[in-house]
């Protein structure tokens, strides 16, 4: 059974994946606590600036994202998703999202294989 902040932070997580796919980094930057950290196989612990900087498109590069599993746990809400790529292409990745009060603290990514 969930709790009101269960779904209040699984929701932020669905606003997150719809403002990464429609290129708003400005939503995710509120969105995000002040000492935010990301982390996958290629960044270790970066804080929200080189976050940007790496991590968003400059370009359209998802179709879609489609969310798979979205389970919160405590502070955690850990999230499996099907991305399509511009060019064809897709991939499952999975990331646990860490909160801290109503904003996240941290996200780490778990690449998964390409489809």
């Known amino acids: ?18 403002a990464y796919l429609a290129q708003r980094p400005e939503i995710v930057d509120a969105m995000l606590a002040p000492d935010f950290t990301f982390s996958s196989p290629r960044d270790d612990h970066i804080d929200r600036k080189s976050y940007f900087e790496q991590c968003w498109p ?13 389970l919160a746990d405590g ?4 999230v499996g998703y099907r991305a ?16 801290a009060g109503d904003r996240i603290l941290e996200v780490n990514v ?6």
């Open 110 to 115: 778990y690449f998964g294989r390409n489809l």
């Open 58 to 70: 400059k370009e359209k590069t998802f179709r879609d994202i489609h969310i798979e599993h979205l």
């Open 1 to 18: 059974m969930t709790n009101s902040l269960d779904d209040a932070r699984c929701d932020t997580v669905k606003r997150l994946f719809a």
């Open 84 to 99: 399509e790529k511009m060019d064809g292409g897709s991939f499952r990745n999975v990331e646990l999202i860490r909160f």
């Open 75 to 78: 502070d955690d809400v850990i």
